[in-house]
């Protein structure tokens, strides 16, 4: 028996013995496992460890201002209370959430479609603002309640405002989130411009930084000058992402003052003048390209769009007949009609296919072929020399000016005045629009019997018809050319750059582009006869006991073909109806304006286009402001 | 006088500790120690206050004491009404236990007590008295018998569900069973099998992980820790986010670690339960692998020594008991700081003395009261 229990003992040594090699090893396991980890591949955890702690905060750029050219701000930010929520706190539906806060606060549909829309598009990172502009007492009662509410909180928020609404809306534009395809943009641009900056933390903060960009207009065309360079805060944070302490910071620069060459008041008064009808009006500065006035109407609400327009105002806009989203002055082609008539007796001029004194005995039609091509004026204008030609508008000077020049010498003498080019305006999306040529005519058909020009084609292009299609800026802007005696000034809107701390301009006016050899003296004979529009032609009703003396053009273009019938207003279908056209310019000797317009369906230019010329003009010569207009006030 | 009554405080410390072993003593005020300067970083940011740990280890140290003085004769005679009790309490909490998190572990006896807690000591006592009695006459059927009391309470705690505990439970038992002979014809296979299926487990985590594959027996919460450990950045905020945090701690220690209370993983709150389970990544993070070193060395120390007297114990039960007591402590630092290393899955094992935690430190100082009871007999019954 006491040798069983010694082999017993010695059996129990033997295990002990096996159990401390076993314990042995586990824990040299251990010891290799922390050795790989806090010696070998210490460097990785250190890294993960600082990165885990150091959180990037972009810090948003103030967007620059837009000014008009007298400074009055027509693009600015404001800062309000704003409800925010943190996407990552939140837990569960984020519609419970809204739902228990609208009881305190209130929460219309739309701020809570843009919220989850916001939300949707970030994968739930970041804060969103679900409701903006609380008031005092909604704040307080927020407040109240906050320990409800973990991840919402109140801060003040910058947010764009258009003050004067839909005031130049198509001209100024708007900004919106950053959509998935701005992002990728801003990142091939951050990619193809990293400089000396610190790669790793402008990466982090650059893109997050920016959470709206210009999506059209101005807004769009400067984005760059805007919108300023995000800073950020490096901020240690614990791992429920609360901030601890600050470690370094980078402030944000903001972006840069716009200044327009707009005059915003001329731009108010020529809306209202619209009213409600459709059309587009330019306005340019002959001598520097400066552009005073762009018009397109109907226009909208830019500020609808900044934090996600809602579906029923998108709907309204997308739908309407009137096209209210179309930015007609930079994209709405029409033939140029009457208006075109100083442009081509020029070019006679020019290309000495006239002399100021030829003169035709007019019937009131032309016959080409077999094809009769009529005057508005039954029976005719009778003798009809260069300046009866305009201020009458006789239609056979016209037809047999073309007749005698041809397509192709027109295209020529027109093409640098800008008439079917892309002027090279700071807006995106300019529309070329056609001027006809034998060349064009063969690369815009693709059947071999259509590419070929016919000459009946050319008659009607003499009075600004046929397959003359320009927009109101290019017209607007070959007057120009013409009125600074063949020096192109490229238009523009932007006038110069501001520093907003130093108050430092940069000018950002081109110089002139080319010069078009044009005999000053073929350019006085013109406008003499444009004056004459005004004072005893087609226009001067319009232009009775003006202050100043403006020339003018009365233009009527046809929407379809009327084979020959006779228009009748009335009957016509409104969005059939003959556009009114007009040019002017004022004043005479030094002109300081210069002006092209449209109203769509309207009927007769002198009718319907003129006054608005008359009273822009009035405004701007002479500072007068029409009685009928409410006086236009400063949003403060 | 005043010598003489100096002299006799020093005679009832000297009787109070006699047969007091002094390595164990030592160890466990060393690790003590630095329980109390961990926790004094550990603990910041936690509801817990300093003087709550130091309750707690003075309460270990009592029980400790305590412990040390009973004979172990009496614990032997005790052996089957405690382990009577805790299976008792064991059916009582799967009748009409209290639930919390999903699992139903408490049970209200006056004050709420978790019974698979008294089972880590209950097991061993039992089985030690169990080959104890059967000393000389044993046969392949005491294993089998020794197998059937250790798998009851196992099974009743693994349907609580409560697989970290189980676990612990059953490796308590095997201890005592393997110690007191198993042949190793029997373990070797099972151990081989069991490595095997590990192997296996690895090799094709990613089609087993896949969340629509359902494992027999084990439950989702326990499939997803093991699928977490296999490959934790497969899901890095949600399951995997403890373990990966753990690792970033540990590692981004180094080799002096980052200082004491310096640790940024610790105190910006990366660390889940720094103060509990995790308390060894925020030592590690501070002290670094130097820190690890010294820690891992103690435990060492503390279960070789454990070991040590056990195998100078007097009778069977107390050698059994001893190196079954031992084994635990190995258990509770493997386990957990291989946890916090990502090498073992995710289970509530606490770092024996360094984490906090009141129950599982009442379980240590009597386990540690055993071996010094063990000790403190040796010769008396030797003699």
């Given at each position: 028996m006491p040798s069983l229990k010694k082999l017993d003992l010695y059996s129990y040594h033997e295990r002990v013995r096996i159990a401390i090699l076993f314990v042995s090893i586990c824990f040299g396991l251990l010891v290799v496992r922390l050795f790989w980890l806090q010696v070998i591949s210490h460097n990785k955890y250190a890294t993960l460890a600082e990165s885990n702690r150091i959180a990037i905060v972009p810090v948003p750029a103030n967007r620059g201002l837009l000014i008009d050219r007298n400074g009055i701000v027509i693009g600015r930010n404001y800062s309000a209370l704003t409800l925010e929520i943190d996407a990552s706190q939140i837990k569960g539906n984020p519609d419970l959430l809204i739902d228990q806060l609208a009881e305190i606060i209130h929460i219309g549909p739309r701020d809570r479609r843009n919220f989850k829309r916001a939300l949707e598009d970030s994968r739930n990172m970041g804060t969103f603002p679900l409701r903006s502009m609380l008031t005092e007492t909604e704040m307080a009662r927020f407040l109240a309640n906050r320990y409800r509410f973990p991840g919402v909180d109140v801060s003040a928020r910058n947010f764009r405002e258009y003050?004067?609404?839909?005031?130049?809306s198509h001209l100024i534009g708007y900004i919106g989130r950053v959509s998935a395809k701005d992002k990728e943009q801003m990142q091939n641009e951050l990619e193809s411009t990293r400089g000396s900056e610190d790669p790793y933390a402008l990466q982090r903060a650059f893109l997050p930084g920016i959470q709206y960009v210009g999506k059209i207009g101005i807004e769009q065309s400067y984005e760059k000058v805007l919108r300023g360079v995000p800073g950020y805060d490096e901020v240690e944070i614990t791992a429920g992402g609360k901030p601890v302490r600050t470690l370094s910071s980078k402030p944000s620069v903001p972006g840069k003052n716009v200044i327009l060459s707009i005059d915003i008041k001329l731009q108010a008064l020529v809306e209202e003048l619209y009213g409600k009808r459709r059309g587009a009006f330019v306005a340019i500065e002959p001598e520097t390209g400066d552009i005073l006035a762009f018009v397109s109407k109907p226009n909208f609400n830019p500020n609808d769009f900044v934090e996600g327009i809602d579906a029923t105002t998108w709907k309204e806009l997308i739908e309407s007949k009137e096209k209210p989203l179309y930015n007609r002055p930079l994209k709405g082609i029409y033939p140029p009609a009457s208006t075109y008539k100083p442009f081509m007796a020029l070019a006679a001029l020019e290309r000495n296919k006239r002399s100021p004194e030829d003169a035709i005995a007019d019937p009131g039609f032309f016959t080409f072929g077999n094809h009769t091509f009529r005057d508005d004026k039954i029976g005719g204008h009778g003798t009809v020399n260069m300046e009866k030609s305009i201020v009458e508008s006789c239609d056979t000077y016209y037809y047999l000016l073309a007749r005698d020049m041809g397509v192709n010498m027109m295209h020529d003498f027109m093409k640098p005045l800008g008439f079917g080019q892309i002027t090279g305006i700071d807006l995106d999306g300019e529309v070329r629009g056609v001027l006809p040529s034998t060349e064009w005519k063969k690369s815009a058909f693709k059947k071999p019997e259509q590419q070929k020009w016919f000459e009946g084609e050319t008659i009607s292009l003499g009075i600004g018809q046929g397959y003359n299609a320009f927009t109101i800026l290019q017209l607007a802007h070959g007057l120009a050319n013409v009125l600074n005696y063949g020096v192109v000034m490229k238009p523009h809107l932007a006038k110069a750059i501001e520093d907003p701390f130093t108050r430092q301009k940069e000018l950002t006016t081109p110089k002139e582009s080319y010069r078009i050899d044009l005999k000053p003296e073929n350019i006085e004979i013109i406008k003499k006869a444009m004056v004459e529009v005004n004072r005893s032609g087609t226009s001067a009703s319009s232009f009775r006991n003006a202050g100043f003396i403006a020339g003018g053009k009365t233009g009527t273009a046809q929407v379809f073909s009327l084979n020959s019938k006779i228009y009748n207003h009335a009957t016509t279908p409104e969005f059939l109806r003959d556009h009114a056209l007009y040019v002017a310019y004022a004043p005479n000797d030094k002109p300081k304006i210069a002006i092209a317009l449209i109203v769509e369906n309207s009927g007769f230019g002198a009718q319907h286009a003129a006054p608005i010329a008359r009273k822009a003009l009035d405004y701007y010569i002479d500072g007068k402001w029409p009685k009928e207009i409410p006086e236009w006030k400063r949003v403060p | 006088m005043e010598k003489s009554a100096l002299a006799k405080v020093k005679s009832v410390i000297a009787y109070a500790f006699r047969g007091f072993d002094p390595h164990l003593g030592f160890i466990f005020l060393g690790l003590a120690g630095i329980s109390f300067i961990v926790f004094l970083s550990a603990g910041q940011g936690t509801p817990v206050a300093i003087i709550d740990q130091l309750r707690n280890l003075l309460i270990a140290f009592v029980i400790m004491w305590i412990v040390s003085q009973i004979p172990p004769k009496w614990l032997e005679m005790a052996a089957i009404w405690i382990y009577g009790i805790g299976i008792a309490l064991l059916i009582a909490v799967a009748i009409f236990g209290l639930i919390k998190k999903g699992a139903r572990r408490w049970i209200n006896v006056g004050i709420v007590i978790q019974p698979s807690e008294i089972m880590k000591i209950a097991v061993p006592l039992m089985l030690a008295w169990y080959f104890q009695k059967r000393e000389g006459i044993r046969s392949a059927f005491d294993y089998l018998v020794a197998g059937l009391l250790l798998a009851l309470p196992v099974l009743l705690i693994a349907r609580q569900p409560d697989l970290g505990t189980a676990l612990l439970v059953l490796a308590a038992g095997l201890y005592v069973i393997i110690l007191a002979g198993l042949p190793w014809r029997w373990i070797v296979p099972i151990v081989a099998i069991g490595g095997v299926a590990i192997l296996l487990l690895i090799i094709f985590s990613s089609g087993i992980c896949a969340p629509d594959v359902t494992w027999p027996l084990i439950r989702e919460y326990q499939k997803n820790r093991v699928c977490t450990l296999l490959d934790p950045t497969s899901d890095p905020l949600g399951r995997g986010f403890h373990t990966i945090q753990a690792i970033i701690a540990v590692g981004s220690g180094g080799f002096f670690g980052k200082g004491w209370r310096e640790g940024t993983q610790s105190h910006l709150e990366f660390i889940p339960e720094k103060h509990t389970d995790f308390v060894f990544a925020v030592f590690a993070e501070e002290f670094g692998f130097l820190g690890n070193l010294v820690l891992i060395l103690l435990f060492f120390a503390l279960i070789k020594r454990g070991l040590t007297i056990s195998m100078g114990a007097p009778t069977l039960f107390t050698r059994l008991l001893g190196g079954a007591i031992s084994l635990i402590f190995f258990t509770y630092a493997f386990v957990n700081i291989g946890m916090v290393t990502g090498l073992l899955p995710v289970v509530g094992v606490p770092l024996p003395l360094l984490s906090y935690g009141g129950t599982a430190l009442v379980t240590l100082g009597f386990g540690a009261g055993i071996l010094m009871s063990i000790h403190r007999h040796r010769r008396l019954v030797q003699s």
């Open positions: 003050p004067y609404n839909e005031l130049a | -």
